[in-house]
């Protein structure tokens, strides 16, 4: 349910000036935008790897744009593109010089990007078009900076994610658990994942806790809670990898016993999002992109914060921005940054019916963000979870591999042998410290 699924792929037109004729529509309810000239419409063309439920409230911003602007001189086109083959497609795309104006990225995953000039620095736009970072969370503004381009800002921040477990009521009624008293901590978590595993023959066909054998499941599990038992991915200057190793063994342990010694966790499921919605799992740590397919489901669902399984209680820290990339004609990134500045001034629908916390303070604190949207037994801890959300991205050329969700990455590959005892936690830590250490000495 995460960033793709079943995208349908559209050929980019060729970006061109379209004659229009008719007069400046009346104001709109948004947010203003700088009245333009009409005697022409300029296409500013967006590429999206959005593909689950939030994909569908995206197209519905991207319209409300649209509308907004409706004659006054400038669109969104929108294209899908589909994630696994974004990355390619883009980079092939903007050496030909016809790359898109702007897309998704996942904050601070794209050093290589930003030394390579494939992106855009935004300082001085941000500037020229007076979008108030005042109204922004610190911390979200400082992952978007990235060292190689004298810490400028290359993208935008639109919503803020981390990790929590989505549980079952059902189970938890058929439990005798306290849905007001979810697990706090490494015992209680486990206590909660027991109870409401079933098994038949001595095999696990209910996970209390939903595990796959590799891939995302068991390798973000590691991430949060080895950070929490006191592990650094790299020290915070970026020059020594694997700090406090042995806390990222004990988390590796951790994430086996689930499988080997409690017993609440199956190796044999695939489909980790398909399991938690057919009732094949009770406890489903997984981000806001995954609230809305529930919701229309009929799910009978409750959100937790994520348990302090280590002593440090941290979490998982994403957050979908926009990006700018390369144009031959530089005289279009006023363009898309003015239409940048209006998608995040106008992101409430994006950050109540669509996924993930806002990291701006004017819409928090607007007095109806809590009841817009899906309910917030079902989203608020997403929100609430984002103080202590901060293990993010590490900011180097090779920062791929040292992120914690991913499904394939130089992390994963040396991880999921793990999981099925091919290879000790141990020799894993070795692995890990050879691959980032290499990564964090070229910068």
């Not at 989505?166 to 994942?193: K, Q, R, T």
């Not at 590490?394 to 130089?410: A, K, Q």
């Not at 994963?412 to 042998?417: F, R, W």
Request: include cysteine; hydrophobic fraction near 35%; proline fraction near 5%.
């Amino acid at each position: 349910m995460k960033k793709n699924k079943n995208n349908n792929k559209k050929n980019i037109g060729r970006r061109k000036f379209l004659k229009t004729a008719g007069v400046v529509a009346a104001a709109s309810p948004f947010l203003g935008f700088p009245n333009i000239s009409v005697a022409s419409t300029k296409e500013v063309v967006h590429w999206s790897w959005l593909g689950a439920s939030d994909a569908e409230v995206w197209k519905e911003c991207i319209e409300d744009f649209n509308k907004a602007h409706d004659g006054k001189g400038v669109q969104i086109v929108m294209e899908t593109i589909p994630n696994d083959q974004y990355d390619t497609k883009l980079l092939a795309a903007a050496s030909s010089g016809k790359a898109p104006d702007f897309g998704w990225q996942w904050t601070g995953s794209k050093a290589k990007w930003a030394n390579d000039g494939v992106i855009v620095p935004m300082d001085k736009l941000i500037s020229d078009v007076g979008l108030d970072l005042a109204d922004f969370s610190s911390n979200s503004i400082d992952k978007c900076r990235y060292p190689q381009v004298d810490n400028q800002i290359c993208s935008i921040p639109m919503d803020l994610m981390t990790i929590c477990p989505e549980v079952n009521m059902d189970h938890v009624a058929e439990a005798g658990l306290d849905p007001d008293s979810p697990p706090m901590d490494s015992d209680s978590l486990i206590d909660w994942g027991v109870k409401m595993t079933k098994q038949s023959g001595g095999k696990v066909t209910r996970s209390g806790i939903i595990q796959t054998a590799s891939s995302v499941q068991p390798n973000v599990t590691w991430g949060i809670v080895a950070h929490q038992m006191g592990f650094q991915r790299a020290s915070d200057d970026l020059k020594t990898a694997c700090i406090n190793p042995n806390a990222g063994i004990k988390a590796m342990e951790w994430v086996l016993d689930l499988f080997d010694k409690h017993k609440c966790s199956s190796r044999d499921i695939s489909d980790r999002y398909k399991a938690f919605g057919q009732g094949e799992g009770s406890i489903f740590w997984t981000g806001p992109w995954t609230i809305n397919g529930y919701v229309e489901q009929g799910l009978n669902f409750r959100t937790y914060q994520f348990p302090n399984v280590g002593g440090k209680h941290l979490n998982y820290f994403e957050a979908g921005s926009l990006e700018m990339y390369v144009q031959k004609d530089t005289g279009r990134y006023e363009e898309t940054m003015k239409a940048i500045k209006w998608l995040s001034d106008n992101s409430f629908k994006w950050t109540t019916v669509g996924r993930g916390g806002s990291p701006r303070a004017s819409i928090l604190n607007r007095s109806d963000y809590k009841t817009a949207g899906p309910d917030w037994s079902k989203r608020g801890a997403f929100i609430e979870q984002l103080d202590n959300a901060t293990i993010g991205e590490i900011p180097v050329l090779g920062g791929g591999d040292f992120t914690i969700y991913s499904g394939g990455n130089g992390m994963v590959k040396i991880l999921d042998p793990v999981w099925i005892g091919q290879k000790s936690p141990e020799q894993a830590m070795e692995e890990l410290q050879a691959l980032w250490q290499k990564h964090l000495d070229k910068g």
